[in-house]
């Protein structure tokens, strides 16, 4: 009885050991590949309009933590420098202090530049000899001032204090258009 090799039915397998071994493979390779080329799409498509925020980007608001806590970690380690707030592109950096003994009051932000210079003057924290932060700043230029002679932020970004507890920062000033550089 002759063998009926056009039979539709029966499926075709190779009789290599290698080729069967390396079948398999290449086709998860190349579902893999597909895959990550349909999410590169997916991001192309989501990124189409630029670096405008938005709050699916940029949230508005940054929960920082407990007021206690922020206000403890300030007084030892000086204030805290948060970077690159409010944009995709990381351009803005922002400072929190605090001043006073009561942690529900007192709260400052400023933008990590001096007041009345251009947000490319950056500044760093001075840090003292155990490495601890320090209220002082150097700037681009080499100058040492104090947090209070940082640059202040648009309005519509500022500390916000929750039911006595829990501090945020409100950026909206930021992320919704309205704010400078």
Known sequence: MAKNRGNPDKPVTPRSPWVRAVLPNLGGLVVIGL????LW???AYISRDGTET????APTTLRVGSVT???DEIAEQGPIL???LGTTEGERTIVLDHVGDDPTVGWIVFYAYPAGGDSTCAVVQVR???GE????FTDCNGNTIDVSELSPPPPGVNPVVENQRLLSIDL???TDGSGDG
């Open 35 to 38: 895959i990550g080329l349909m």
């Open 41 to 43: 799409g997916f991001a």
């Open 54 to 57: 938005s709050s699916r980007l």
């Open 69 to 71: 806590s922020v206000a």
């Open 82 to 84: 948060f970077p690159g």
């Open 128 to 130: 003292d000899d155990d």
């Open 133 to 136: 932060g320090t209220r002082a």
């Open 172 to 174: 909206s000033g930021v």
